[in-house]
């Protein structure tokens, strides 16, 4: 079973410009959490507690998210807030976590290559640091789950969820055969990177997160460099294929992928209603939105 969680956090964040010139995307707030916080508490809600995070240039800020402050502690405890410093000091507490640089943007599947030596011969989860997943009350995480088809299969696993027909040219597309016995559970034949409406083998889309079995790093040796001299993940996982079983599961679970601006004010509205302490005030500010007349 995989122990270890990757998180790939290395992007520019372009989509997220002026804000991403000087705070990583994935320390973007989701009310008063960043982004990458959720990421990390969904691999410890996940029974994974050594965590690996691939940063690049800039990002010096997740290390200091996830480290001590001594400082603001004092201050807090001195201002009588014993329980805001209680929980500035447990953000890193929950786990080991570690980091790497990459130095220079080659793609996910070279962010990923960087996890070898940390993850050896073992399985691994990866989880994308600009992507949030909101699992139903009760219910296992995303995570959860396709751990738990991995270890049912003993193969490599990816999310995928339904998107509109419309949609597909903008994501990672699976074409796979249902799994018998297993629903949910399809067996890949493929995968196709943003196909157009007409040419995609299905609706079903990779959600960011994965479980990957450590022949996923051969195949990332072998894939050819793309577009800029990206390594694709979509690829190597490809070959994989060819090789041995890796499986699709669609899961119970929605993705919000903060790399898109639509997305990112989606999660955050819905996170507030959520939260007892913003829920009614939101709902009161919407409802009272909707009933004035829109903006021209």
């Known amino acids: 079973m995989a122990t270890k ?4 956090a290395a992007g520019m964040g372009t989509r997220f410009l002026p804000a991403t010139k000087s705070m990583p995307k994935e320390m973007l707030p989701i009310i008063d ?8 508490e969904e691999a410890v809600a996940s029974g994974l507690e050594d965590v690996l995070v691939i940063t690049g240039r800039g990002k010096r800020a997740i290390e200091n998210h996830f480290d001590y402050a001594p400082g603001l502690e004092t201050f807090l405890q001195e201002s009588g807030k014993p329980e805001l410093a209680r929980l500035v000091r447990e953000i890193g507490d929950h786990c080991e976590i570690f980091f790497i640089r990459q130095k220079s943007q080659l793609g996910l599947g070279d962010a990923i290559r960087l996890a070898r030596r940390h993850t050896g011969s073992e399985a691994f989860a990866v989880l994308l640091g600009d992507s949030i997943i909101d699992s139903p009350p009760g219910g296992p995480t995303g995570l959860r789950q396709l751990l738990n088809a991995h270890g049912v299969t003993g193969g490599s696993v990816v999310a995928v969820q339904k998107v509109p027909r419309e949609w597909v040219s903008r994501y990672g597309i699976i074409d796979g055969e249902p799994v018998p016995g297993r629903p949910g559970l399809l067996r890949l034949r493929g995968l196709v990177e943003k196909p157009s409406p007409a040419d995609a083998p299905s609706d079903l889309a990779i ?3 994965y479980v990957f079995t450590p022949e996923i790093y051969r195949c990332l040796d072998h894939v050819t460099p793309g577009v800029g001299g990206e390594i694709q993940l979509t690829d190597a996982m490809n070959l994989l294929a060819q090789e041995r079983p890796v499986y699709a599961l669609a899961w119970s679970a929605r993705r919000y992928d903060i790399g898109n601006r639509i997305e990112y004010a989606k999660c955050f509205i819905d996170f507030a209603l959520k939260r007892e302490d913003t829920a009614v005030a939101i709902e009161e500010y919407l409802r009272g939105r909707l009933r004035e007349p829109r903006p021209r």
């Open 33 to 40: 959490k960043p982004v990458l916080q959720y990421v990390v």
């Open 5 to 8: 969680a990757v998180i790939p």
């Open 207 to 209: 959600a960011g997160r």
